[in-house]
């Protein structure tokens, strides 16, 4: 039986933390998805704990015992917060929100006294644990009286989870939201399982304290009462991480409330760039052909990248983000809510331009808009360059002559001379 709970855990450790590490390093700027991993890395860190305990590994490592503990704490929050926000278009982050970590805040205090301890000490206390499991209800040094500490998880974790049970059922009651199309349908099949997963977790572990704070008799019986949990925790926790793995949406920063102000009856049409090509009536390149010819792009859908396209261009549009000095592609992508992969992929193979290319097209267009109208005289060449992004007259006059084959001045002469002849 405990071969069977190693293995399972350690799947479970391995499914984990590269999911939490994605959503925060590739997606740190969206609080939705680093609520994610910080749910994850927080049952990577308990299972952890678990598989130390069971290979006896702890007592090499008798500090992370307690470090991981506030981490418990942070699961119910992080999952109710999160399906509140992907679920509820209209609602955004709240300050008071950060009042539901306080618990975890809380328990920190209980690692200091641990900290303090000797390296000795701490393995006496993680040895006496290893030969009998209610040796965690029995006084070891901490803030917090650890009866109480084994009884405040599950209550916490079942208290979120049948708010969130309420919550869930009053949008399927909700006849504003259609959960039969896009993007709800996805969004509420995943909010199911992670509350499937709390629920597993912390129904679990309510059984697990319960039978330890009774003091249950050695047996057979006792083997299988604890272990019996524990392999439907495991089990319960590979699932969900098998089907992030498999929904690439919820690991490259899908956003639902982009889908649904994007996608009008599940259908959307390429926009045109609104840039200087344009002008020369350029057309942008099909995405089904693009994506045929680049086997390395399998998470990227057409009807996915139609998305991407249309809220890069809309953001690019509306919010002049080519404005930005030293704009790179990473944080255009943050700001835009579209996966760094995924930009890379339409410059490559929708737009067929570099990076900076791309970019300085905009600014482009924006000095000629600006040389059209009548406002822009009393600025010099190096003054509307800054204010369209470029960071140096040099890159402006050779970016601008390679779009437009010719420099700055000469195309303000011809200009002028056309106006002459209009009039």
Known sequence: MNSLIIVLLFCSIILCFPISLILFFKHKTQRTNTLV?????????????????????IIGFPIFY???KPLYFFVPPCIYLYIETILST???????????????????????????????????????????????????????????????MPIQGIGYLCYLVISLRLYKENNSINLKSEPYKNYYQWSLILVMMQGTIYICMTGYTAILIT????????????????VLMCSSLIFTAVYVYLNP?????????????????????????????????????DLSTAISTDNNSPLFSTSTLLIYQKLLEAELAEQE????????????ATQC????????????????????????????????????????????????????????????????KK????????????LRNNNIKNS
């Open 321 to 332: 983000l080519y404005r930005q000095q030293g704009l790179t592609i990473r944080q255009l």
């Open 90 to 152: 209209e609602k955004k982050w709240n300050h008071r929100y950060w009042l539901h970590f306080l618990p975890a805040a809380l328990t920190l205090i209980d690692v200091i006294p641990w900290l303090g301890m000797s390296s000795y000490a701490r393995v006496a206390i993680v040895s006496s644990i290893i030969k009998d499991h209610s040796y965690i209800f029995k006084d070891t040094p901490g803030a917090i009286p650890m009866w109480l500490y084994y009884a405040l």
């Open 37 to 57: 991993a910080l749910t994850f890395f927080s049952i990577g860190c308990y299972a952890t704990c678990h598989f130390l305990f069971l290979t006896e590994f």
């Open 249 to 285: 949406r919820i690991l490259f920063g899908y956003d639902m409330k982009t889908e649904e102000h994007l996608l009008k009856d599940g259908k959307t049409k390429p926009p045109q760039l609104v840039t200087v090509a344009n002008i020369a009536n350029q057309e942008i390149g």
């Open 337 to 400: 809510k579209v996966p760094v992969r995924a930009l890379s992929f339409m410059l490559r193979h929708i737009y067929n331009k570099h990076f900076n290319d791309f970019i300085n097209e905009y600014r482009i267009l924006y000095v000629i808009r600006r040389l059209t109208a009548l406002d822009w005289e009393e600025l010099t060449f190096e003054g509307l360059a800054y204010e369209a992004g470029f960071s140096s007259r040099t890159t402006f006059f050779m970016a601008f």
């Open 66 to 68: 307690k470090l991981v």
């Open 215 to 230: 003091n249950f008799s050695d047996g057979i019986y006792l083997i299988h009462a604890i272990y019996f949990p524990a």
């Open 403 to 414: 779009k437009q084959g010719m420099s700055p001045t000469i195309f303000l002469q011809s």
